[in-house]
């Protein structure tokens, strides 16, 4: 059992010794991902998908008690549509693939594959808003998009993804402000109570904002080895895009105006986000509300009579309060354990025949490895209850290592010595001039993640660049 076990904690790097080959360990020993045929695009496997259905399910149920409802556009876009909106192609133009050929025949137009879908619904709106009585449009859709990145990690930026993109229009720029806002919220929320993930709402500055965007907002996760991690954005076109795609309706005055439109989403990046905020040296360790298999039922000797008839019924049972699955496979305990680990299955219950004849059964919790005894008859109690706790305080542990790791930097040295030595986000006012944000960059490799909401604390009253007076604190940081 115990050579079982190191062997497989083995495979996986430590992560004090090297993170990101640590990360890469995981995704494959965990059987989250294999790498494809095609260059920077990955497949994901059964374990890895079953975490974003549920990632899927849990947003989508949260969209449509806001008034979401779901779409599908095409996949490609004619140059001549994405040319429309300058800045918005412009952003993208660096990573846009495209299709020249159609069978053996050369295209008369050029097709984008999509890397977002803002010009496909701005043109379709054009043609389905047409009065103020058509008006909000709130749509979704699930899909994937690419962008040809030149350097590629799995979940956190591949070629093709997943993601839902939100696209929505409004009558007025403060419904679609409202709503900017509160789908930003809705991602953290999300991330807080399902993924356990604490996270900084705030806006992105000018130099970081959505191409073609007015406003983009943003939610921003600290991964273990103190790297940011952007982890949805929602961004307020304002009438920008409107404007050059000729979307409007005629108001209650019988004048013609512009519509107000938004955009946010999420993608797989966040299962990247998952494995990097509550990992450990023995691979995945899942947040019981987004885990695929919550309990991991493991027989002990269950070549013995009673045994394995024993375990199935604790599965069904606990099959009706969690998601439950029974290991009977004919491998050693010890490597079933390992492999529970691995996987990051919350709870595992072990149960053999000394167990049985007792009566009760051993929980053994994933995130803190503690053996817990609970009598069989009190299981469909106890284990929604470990798991209860299990989620509350993953995520109170990631916000404990979030917080430890925010530095207040009061000028350029300040911030140069912790950027080189203290990993985390640094909290440094700022005048709001781009130069200092590119020298920040370029000197240092550090970007800004967000003007918080919440936060606004004057820790004091000059650049923390060039030393002229601020008003805005940034949060800043080496990101992924």
Same mark, same amino acid.
């Given at each position: 059992?115990?050579?079982?076990?190191?062997?497989?904690?083995?495979?996986?790097?430590?992560?004090?010794?090297?993170?990101?080959?640590?990360?890469?360990?995981?995704?494959?020993?965990?059987?989250?991902?294999?790498?494809?045929? *095609?260059?920077?695009?990955?497949?994901?496997?059964?374990?890895?998908?079953?975490?974003?259905?549920?990632?899927?399910?849990?947003?989508?149920?949260?969209?449509?008690?806001? +008034?979401?409802?779901?779409?599908?556009?095409?996949?490609?876009?004619?140059?001549?549509?994405?040319?429309?909106?300058?800045?918005?192609?412009?952003?993208?133009?660096?990573?846009?693939?495209?299709?020249?050929? %159609?069978?053996?025949?050369?295209?008369?137009?050029?097709?984008?594959?999509?890397?977002?879908?803002?010009?496909?619904?701005?043109?379709?709106?054009?043609?389905?808003?047409?009065?103020?009585?058509?008006?909000?449009?709130?749509?979704?859709?699930?899909?994937?998009?690419?962008?040809? /990145?030149?350097?590629?990690?799995?979940?956190?930026?591949?070629?093709?993804?997943?993601?839902?993109?939100?696209?929505?229009?409004?009558?007025?720029?403060?419904?679609?402000?409202?709503?900017?806002?509160?789908?930003?919220?809705?991602?953290?929320?999300?991330?807080?109570?399902?993924?356990?993930?604490?996270?900084?709402?705030?806006?992105?500055?000018?130099?970081?904002?959505?191409? %073609?965007?007015?406003?983009?907002?943003?939610?921003?996760?600290?991964?273990?080895?103190?790297?940011?991690?952007?982890? =949805?954005?929602?961004?307020?076109? =304002?009438? +920008?895009?409107?404007?050059?795609?000729?979307?409007?309706?005629?108001?209650?005055?019988?004048?013609?105006?512009?519509?107000?439109?938004?955009?946010? +989403?999420?993608?797989?990046?966040?299962? +990247?986000?998952?494995?990097? *905020?509550?990992?450990?040296?023995?691979?995945?360790?899942?947040?019981?509300?987004?885990?695929?298999?919550?309990?991991?039922?493991?027989?002990?000797?269950?070549?013995?009579? =009673? *045994?394995?008839?024993?375990?199935?019924?604790?599965?069904?049972?606990?099959?009706?309060?969690?998601?439950?699955?029974?290991?009977?496979?004919?491998?050693?305990?010890?490597?079933?354990?390992?492999?529970?680990?691995?996987?990051?299955?919350?709870?595992?219950?072990?149960?053999?025949?000394?167990?049985?004849?007792?009566?009760?059964?051993?929980?053994?919790?994933?995130?803190?490895?503690?053996?817990?005894?609970?009598?069989? /008859?009190?299981?469909?109690?106890?284990?929604?209850?470990?798991?209860?706790?299990?989620?509350?305080?993953?995520?109170?542990?990631?916000?404990?290592?979030?917080?430890?790791?925010?530095?207040?930097?009061?000028?350029?040295? /300040?911030?140069?010595?912790?950027?080189?030595?203290?990993?985390?986000?640094?909290?440094?006012?700022?005048?709001?001039?781009?130069?200092?944000?590119?020298?920040?960059?370029?000197?240092?490799?550090?970007?800004?993640?967000?003007?918080?909401?919440?936060?606004?604390?004057?820790?004091?009253?000059?650049?923390?660049?060039? %030393?002229?007076?601020?008003?805005?604190?940034?949060?800043?940081?080496?990101?992924?």
């Amino acid at each position: 059992m115990a050579k079982d076990n190191k062997k497989l904690v083995e495979a996986i790097t430590s992560m004090d010794v090297d993170f990101a080959q640590w990360y890469t360990d995981v995704v494959k020993k965990a059987e989250l991902i294999d790498y494809s045929a *095609v260059k920077g695009c990955m497949i994901i496997r059964p374990a890895g998908y079953a975490i974003w259905e549920n990632i899927q399910k849990e947003l989508d149920r949260r969209f449509k008690e806001t +008034g979401v409802e779901n779409v599908y556009m095409p996949l490609f876009i004619p140059e001549s549509l994405l040319e429309k909106e300058k800045d918005h192609v412009e952003g993208f133009a660096p990573e846009v693939a495209w299709v020249t050929y %159609g069978g053996l025949n050369p295209l008369p137009e050029r097709l984008c594959v999509r890397p977002t879908s803002e010009t496909l619904f701005c043109d379709f709106y054009k043609n389905i808003i047409h009065s103020y009585r058509d008006l909000p449009k709130v749509y979704n859709q699930w899909c994937s998009v690419v962008r040809w /990145e030149k350097e590629t990690r799995p979940f956190l930026r591949s070629r093709e993804f997943l993601w839902q993109e939100g696209h929505t229009a409004h009558a007025t720029a403060e419904e679609a402000e409202q709503r900017t806002i509160q789908m930003l919220n809705l991602y953290a929320d999300f991330c807080e109570e399902v993924l356990a993930m604490p996270v900084i709402r705030g806006r992105k500055t000018e130099k970081e904002k959505f191409a %073609g965007a007015e406003a983009t907002y943003t939610i921003e996760a600290l991964m273990h080895d103190g790297k940011a991690l952007q982890s =949805g954005t929602s961004h307020n076109f =304002g009438d +920008g895009f409107a404007k050059a795609f000729g979307v409007q309706y005629t108001d209650k005055d019988n004048k013609l105006q512009y519509v107000h439109q938004t955009s946010w +989403g999420m993608t797989t990046r966040l299962i +990247g986000a998952i494995i990097m *905020v509550h990992g450990d040296d023995s691979g995945l360790v899942l947040p019981p509300r987004i885990a695929p298999v919550q309990a991991m039922v493991i027989p002990i000797q269950q070549y013995k009579d =009673g *045994v394995m008839d024993a375990a199935k019924s604790v599965c069904e049972r606990l099959g009706k309060v969690c998601r439950a699955k029974l290991d009977d496979s004919d491998k050693s305990p010890g490597w079933k354990f390992s492999e529970q680990e691995m996987r990051g299955i919350p709870v595992r219950i072990e149960l053999g025949p000394k167990d049985i004849e007792a009566g009760k059964c051993v929980v053994v919790r994933r995130d803190t490895r503690e053996k817990i005894e609970v009598a069989l /008859e009190d299981l469909e109690q106890k284990i929604p209850e470990i798991l209860e706790t299990i989620q509350k305080e993953m995520f109170e542990r990631a916000k404990a290592h979030r917080d430890a790791h925010i530095w207040d930097a009061h000028n350029y040295e /300040e911030l140069k010595d912790i950027a080189a030595n203290k990993p985390g986000f640094i909290r440094g006012m700022w005048c709001e001039d781009q130069a200092c944000e590119d020298k920040i960059k370029e000197e240092l490799a550090v970007t800004s993640r967000c003007i918080p909401f919440h936060d606004q604390e004057q820790i004091s009253g000059t650049c923390v660049c060039c %030393g002229r007076p601020a008003h805005k604190l940034v949060y800043w940081g080496k990101a992924y």
